[in-house]
């Protein structure tokens, strides 16, 4: 698959099929976190992969889904939860903040290869950290910077261009419409215009 191919392609999935995810496709995913860009190659994030079935509801527990929760049974199969070694507000004249940046890239480059493989992701920033913590035994030197949601996608989400709102909706079918913004509203040159 072309990258420009995946990117088009890549949509946040929140329902999905009740089929295990196989644990080498989220080791894959955390291999392709590790290649991603790191501010001054400090390489601060960690990985948790939780795929064990009684883990998975104690897990869906503490995250919100946006616009809908999906029944049991087309939760996610899966989670990837991005961990920082240390504080991710700074001490350290921002270097530490950067790492922000890291967790996100390191999320499209785990976003991209999951779809590679047939299944879907969502990001959530949505989550009860305290909770999330004690079930997981996150030591507390480490920052929880992202969670993303995998397993086999049971919904099709389509891109729309947005015609003012940029707010999700469902059509009667109940499938999900995402307004993207326009290249032309969003791309100056040069210059701002
Ligand atoms: C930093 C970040 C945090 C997000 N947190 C959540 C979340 O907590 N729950 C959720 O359902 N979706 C979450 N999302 C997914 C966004 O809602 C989604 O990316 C957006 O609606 C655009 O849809 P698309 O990913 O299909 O392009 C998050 C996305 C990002 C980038």
């Known amino acids: 698959m072309e990258v420009s191919e995946a990117v088009n392609k890549r949509r946040s999935i929140r329902e999905f099929k009740d089929i295990p ?11 392709a976190a590790r290649l991603a860009p790191s501010a001054s190659n400090r ?23 946006w616009f809908g929760t999906p029944p ?14 240390g504080p991710l507000e700074n001490e350290l004249g921002g270097v530490r903040k950067k790492t ?24 959530i920033l949505s989550y009860q950290e305290r909770e999330l913590r004690r079930i997981l035994n996150i ?20 891109v729309e261009a947005a015609a003012g709102s940029v707010k999700l909706w469902r059509d009667h079918q109940g499938v999900r419409h995402i307004p993207k913004r326009d ?11």
């Not at 995810?21 to 291999?31: F, G, M, N, T, W």
């Not at 049991?72 to 899966?78: D, L, N, V």
């Not at 920052?143 to 995998?150: F, G, K, Q, S, T």
């Open 21 to 31: 995810v196989p644990y080498d496709a989220l080791e894959k995913c955390v291999d």
């Open 43 to 65: 390489q601060l994030c960690e990985y948790i992969i939780v795929d064990d079935t009684p883990l998975l509801p104690q897990v869906f527990d503490t995250v919100r889904i």
């Open 139 to 158: 030591p507390a030197k480490y920052e929880i910077a992202l969670m993303l949601a995998l397993g086999f996608p049971d919904e099709s989400p389509v």
């Open 100 to 123: 922000i940046y890291d967790a996100g890239m390191a999320a499209e480059n785990m976003m991209l290869v999951a779809l590679e493989q047939g299944l879907g992701t969502c990001a």
């Open 72 to 85: 049991p049974g087309r939760r996610p199969k899966a989670y990837i939860i991005t961990l920082v070694n």
């Open 183 to 193: 290249l032309k509203d969003i791309l100056y040159r040069n210059r701002f215009t």
